[in-house]
């Protein structure tokens, strides 16, 4: 707690700060006893209004608060490093370069009493605490045996627990969200219903399978759409029109079903960068990369790509593009990938999301779990193969081409994906953070789920209030 | 019919899709280094100057020569990527 700086003010009257500093301390001190949390030594820490308050000072304070005539000085001492057994018996010590004070705990009511007054040259007086290590006594070797033994007592609980209650199996029943009428669940679980930010004034890029661009819930929404396979934009396969969906799609759908979008006042960017092949498209890297070129020459903030490779190795195909990118202020947000069969298999992050710069996303059930085929942090491919972040990403509900019924439910990190970066477009839109601020964001405001972090990076992306 | 002998067979020559990566100080003249990439016997297809790529077609034997032209970082096999949908019962 700073100690504040002298203020022009009337010496009457105290600031909200203080007064609710104040408040705190009228509450009794943990005392130390076993079985509690936090430890007190017993002395307390006296802080002055003054950070200049020196030895002389603090004794003529203490003096007349509390009798404490012998008060032994930081600077007596050298290298100012004061052993602990000359603060007992009743004396203090003040420590000159931080400005606070040390006194025994017979004083402290009496030292409490005087800080209550206005003009008392006392900020506040708190317990001293005992801090304990972070980490354990025995070094890094230990660290990592305990380590490796909770992974496998992990993956012989998950195994032998199955599918019903391991990971989060504290996550009670009321954690378990369902489509209303009004939204997906999954704009319910991050928020996205709730926020009053729509995206509006930022460009989203979703490089993908096209679009339907003559959707019904697109009529007269502007889209920008360009090729780069050789197939026209037109979504024919429909893994594109529901990314799109779920990224930026309207707030009141005029095909009268819920709500499925989340950045509805975004600006549209769909990159066709699939070719039309059958059974299922391909997007060769050029056309990819060619894609995201296009999103920077359109001062795109954010690339939605649901799309990889199911190779564990790094590329320099996607890590160098993908960090030229971001560094010219393009977030590239890519599905973690589906390459998973758990609990057996934990699949690994593909390219383009393992690359050092491109953010890669999990995806989570309704009941908040790690979906089944959601690949897990790699082991090989270092910091790029790490799940940063979770959405979204089973039974979801978004649009698909009229020729496919035009809404529907899918699964995949391609469904997680969309979730992030129309959550990533919220964010833009509320806070003007572009490029690594707006990653750094993205992880900041993500809500901890009780999945480990190797499945779910920084956990559930959360959009701004 | 007898079998040829190994020898004698020509090889096939092995057309690869491949993606190179530039190095940032020869971005400012990409279109040079595609050139020279062209002269060693490379397809080029695509150009792309802000990310620093070109991609294109290139017999197999002839990539390890590519890595040794000034500017270039990296040669690889071109990747085909996929949608990732998961299939619908998890």
Redesign the interface.
């Known amino acids: 707690m700073a100690a504040k700086r002298k203020s022009a003010k009337s010496p009457r009257r105290r600031s909200a700060r203080t007064e609710s500093m104040r408040s705190e301390l009228m509450t009794a001190p943990p005392q130390a006893t076993t079985g509690d949390v936090a430890h007190t030594t017993g002395r307390y820490i006296v802080i002055y209004k003054d950070p200049q308050t020196d030895v002389s000072a603090a004794r003529a304070t203490l003096e007349s608060a509390a009798g404490i005539r012998r008060i032994a000085s930081s600077g007596d001492y050298a290298d100012g490093a004061i052993a602990s057994e000359d603060l007992a018996g009743g004396e203090a010590v003040h420590f000159d370069k931080l400005g606070i004070s040390v006194i025994s705990g017979e004083a402290a009511s009496q030292v409490e009493a005087a800080a209550a007054d206005v003009d008392s040259s006392i900020l506040a007086i708190e317990p001293e605490y005992i801090a304990y290590p972070s980490a354990p006594p025995y070094g890094n070797p230990a660290l990592e045996y305990v380590r490796g033994y909770r992974d496998a007592v992990n993956q012989l609980y998950e195994q032998l627990a199955g599918r019903g209650d391991a990971l989060g199996a504290d996550a009670d029943v009321s954690a378990t969200l369902e489509d209303t009428p009004e939204f997906t669940w999954g704009l319910q679980a991050t928020g996205a219903r709730t926020s009053r930010f729509s995206g509006q004034g930022i460009r989203v890029a979703v490089l993908d399978t096209g679009m339907d661009l003559d959707h019904p819930d697109f009529r007269g929404r502007p889209i920008v759409s360009q090729f780069f396979a050789g197939a026209p934009v037109q979504d024919v396969y429909g893994h594109g029109t529901h990314c799109i969906g779920t990224a930026c799609g309207p707030q009141r759908p005029s095909s009268g079903v819920r709500r499925y979008g989340v950045a509805y006042g975004a600006q549209i960017y769909a990159g066709k960068v699939f070719n039309n092949n059958t059974p299922r498209p391909g997007a060769p890297t050029g056309s990819v990369v060619a894609g995201i070129e296009w999103a920077l020459t359109n001062g795109c903030a954010i690339a939605s790509l649901s799309l990889g490779a199911p190779i564990n190795q790094k590329v320099q195909q996607y890590e160098v593009p993908i960090q030229r990118a971001l560094n010219a202020g393009l977030l590239v947000i890519c599905a973690a990938g589906n390459n998973a069969s758990r609990p057996a298999n934990p699949g690994f992050v593909e390219p383009p999301a393992n690359a050092d710069a491109a953010m890669a996303v999990a995806a989570i059930d309704n009941r908040l779990q790690i979906a089944l085929f959601s690949a897990r942090s790699s082991t090989v491919t270092g910091v790029g193969g790490i799940v940063n972040i979770a959405a979204p990403g089973v039974g979801v509900f978004s649009s698909v081409p009229v020729a496919r019924g035009s809404h529907g439910f899918m699964n995949g990190t391609s469904m997680a994906t969309p979730h992030v970066s129309g959550i990533a477009a919220l964010i833009a839109q509320a806070t003007g953070l572009r490029g690594n601020a707006l990653w750094s964001r993205l992880l900041q405001t993500a809500k901890p789920l009780t999945a480990q972090s190797a499945d779910v990076g920084a956990g559930l992306a959360f959009a701004p209030q | 019919m007898p079998r040829e002998s190994k020898s004698h067979r020509p090889r096939p020559k092995a057309a690869r899709?491949i993606?190179v990566?530039v190095a940032d100080d020869r971005l400012k003249d990409i279109h040079k280094l595609a050139e020279d990439l062209s002269a060693k016997g490379m397809m080029v297809?695509?150009v792309?100057?802000?990310?620093?790529?070109i991609?294109g077609i290139v017999n197999a034997e002839t990539m390890p020569q590519l890595r040794n032209v000034k500017g270039v970082?990296?040669v690889?096999e071109?990747?085909?990527?996929?949608?990732?949908?998961?299939?619908?019962n998890?």
């Open positions: 899709a993606a990566m297809e695509r792309l100057p802000m990310t620093g790529m991609t970082l990296s690889e071109e990747l085909t990527a996929r949608p990732s949908d998961a299939p619908p998890e």
